[in-house]
């Protein structure tokens, strides 16, 4: 049973920020340790943000999960869910040929996919049905 919030309460629960949950999807990508001062996030709040792990960079999209995805803490104590996610693609920066590109705003590089675009994956777990 929920109880109701004190009047004198509501005011500091508008004023409180809200949180949003994201898992970030990054593939194939190898899982090995990062050190988290090497970790960088641009963009989080456009249509592509970008991730930075190491010397690695990937280009991402939103996605809404399949289901709810439960993040829990290191103890294994459920902390919070989430149906919203990052599906994050490898890029690799290649250099722009200075006599095949005149405009000067954009900088020094470019941006390249190293694997066709994310729009859904499906769970690794999912039931085939055996043929017969």
């Excluded at 809404?64 to 990052?86: M, W, Y």
């Amino acid at each position: 049973m929920t109880r109701p919030v004190p009047f004198e309460d509501l005011h500091t629960i508008a004023d409180s920020p809200q949180v949003t949950y994201l898992t970030f999807d990054l593939g194939p990508a190898d899982p090995a340790p990062i050190n988290p001062s090497s970790i960088r996030i641009a963009g989080l709040h456009t249509d592509t943000p970008f991730l930075q792990l190491g010397h690695s960079l990937f280009r991402g999209i939103h996605a809404t999960a399949l289901g709810t995805e439960l993040i829990f803490t290191p103890d294994a104590t459920h902390h919070a869910q989430s149906d919203k996610k990052v599906l994050f693609n490898p890029v690799a920066l290649q250099p722009r040929h200075p006599d095949t590109h005149t405009d000067t705003h954009t900088g020094p590089a470019t941006l390249t996919s190293r694997e066709p675009p994310q729009t859904h994956r499906p769970p690794t777990n999912h039931h085939q049905p055996e043929t017969p």
